[in-house]
């Protein structure tokens, strides 16, 4: 199973920017589907983007879409998610996550078979 390792949160004024990143090994990185939930205080963990492992198709949510921008690099097993015009609303505990289910399932964070310990991520106004 592959192990997870997330990096690059901090704190960030609105309007500014971020780039996270997630360190996969023990597994064959190229054959999952990549994503990227959050959580925020008192919420669930939500879906944000996705890459997947055969097209490198991305998938996102509408409330970051044209901000955010999912990536990877199958030869460095590295996942990027790099966060553009950040609002305080994107306020949360970022995780990365593997999963080989379609891309139907991809939001369902039950369909997960790995994930990272979580990077914060702090906008303020």
């Known amino acids: 199973q592959v192990q997870l390792v997330e990096s690059g949160g901090g704190l960030v004024q609105a309007g500014g920017s971020l780039r996270l990143s997630c360190a996969a090994s023990?597994?064959?990185?190229?054959?999952?589907?990549m994503s990227w939930f959050r959580q925020a205080p008192g919420k669930e963990r939500e879906f944000v983007a996705a890459i997947t492992s055969s097209d490198g198709n991305a998938y996102y949510t509408d409330s970051v879409k044209g901000r955010f921008t999912i990536s990877r690099d199958n030869a460095q097993n590295t996942v990027y998610l790099q966060m553009d015009s950040l609002k305080p609303e994107d306020t949360a505990v970022y995780y990365c996550?593997?999963?080989?289910?379609?891309?139907?399932?991809?939001?369902?964070?039950?369909?997960?078979?790995?994930w990272g310990q979580g990077t914060q991520v702090t906008v303020s106004s």
């Open positions: 023990g597994g064959t990185f190229s054959g999952y589907t």
């Open positions: 996550a593997s999963t080989r289910v379609p891309r139907t399932l991809l939001v369902h964070r039950t369909q997960y078979d790995a």
